[in-house]
Nanobody, 120 residues
């Protein structure tokens, strides 16, 4: 069980940068996978980036080279640094925790989301 709260969204011009934060209610060092997802108006939620407890990062093709996911275990916080933002990055961004509940199953937990708008 974990509660997640996102922050850091806002309005930014194309080519600009934002850093999103996800504050967790518990220690995140042993959580199987932390991640960021996004959902644009009228579209399905999609993966942005994930980070395992072993520090292996995975990115969607559309964000590779521009976005960086990281964690600070001492602060129970996961970050998403977004550079070279494009209008198509506009979406609500959600923090995700994938927690292993037993030897064979996991469960997903979600934050409330933070809005990112990329526009001139």
């Amino acid at each position: 069980q974990v509660q997640l709260v996102e922050s850091g969204g806002g309005l930014v011009q194309p080519g600009g940068s934002l850093r999103l934060s996800c504050a967790a209610s518990r220690n995140i060092a042993t959580i199987y996978i932390m991640g960021w997802y996004r959902q644009a108006p009228g579209k399905e939620r999609e993966l942005v980036a994930t980070l395992t407890s072993g520090a292996y990062a995975n990115y969607a093709d559309s964000t590779k080279g521009r976005f960086t996911i990281s964690r600070d275990n001492a602060k129970n916080t996961v970050y998403l640094q977004m550079n070279s933002l494009k209008p198509e990055d506009t979406a609500v961004y959600y923090c995700n925790a994938n927690i292993r509940t037993d030897w064979s199953t996991t469960r997903d937990y979600w934050g409330q989301g933070t809005q990112v708008i990329v526009s001139s």
